[in-house]
């Protein structure tokens, strides 16, 4: 450690201040990316804020669980979809510029740059400038990136109320007495949806029948009549 400590002496003072901005920024940010790429820290659920308004039992809180299928590919996901947080539309998908992601990242380029920047010219203020500019250019980068995702996350989620309407075959036999549930497989885009499902109809709808959705009640439960 001798090296270590003959290095850091022989720094200024403004150099060791940025020093231990920049590195603990640095490793910060770098865990992050690991977490990142190890799938930590991801939001699963998805919003949309579209209007829900006239569907029975979802009047203030819509919440649904159902197994998403890309007919591609066939791979499973759950999604979950709430609109009881109190908050506005509009407020969905405004980038936010102070974040934790983006304070590391000012930290971090605000370090370097200024380390950098001294290096060259031997004057302070021109570091901290040049750093306090290019901080702030990645701090807003990082605002718009994090925008960017959620407004293709949010584009991927699937609306309840989209459902209505739509078309399927039952998964699973749906008795005629109105209130025992089966499953359908119900289309919605290019996406095979799985849902619990009932009939008012008075008869039994077998696996295989194709039905149509009519309603949905609480409980997540898709009403449907036979095609």
Known sequence: MEWFNNWWNGL?????IMY??????TLILLIQTIMIILGFGHDGAGVNPSDTSGIEGLDGDVSFDGDITDVGDASDFDTDVHYNDGSSPGDIGTMNFFTVQGMISFLCVFGWVGIAAYTMTRNAVIAVLLGLVLGLAAMYGVAKLLWAS???AQNGTLNVRNLLGASGTVYLVIPGDGK?????????GERLVEF???????????DGTPVRVIDIRAGNVLVVEKV
């Open 180 to 188: 025992s549930k089966g499953k359908v497989n119900i289309s919605s």
């Open 150 to 152: 959620k407004k293709l």
């Open 12 to 16: 200024e003072l403004f150099e060791q």
């Open 196 to 206: 619990d499902a009932i009939t008012d109809g008075g008869e039994a709808l077998p």
């Open 20 to 25: 231990c901005v920049a590195v603990p920024a």
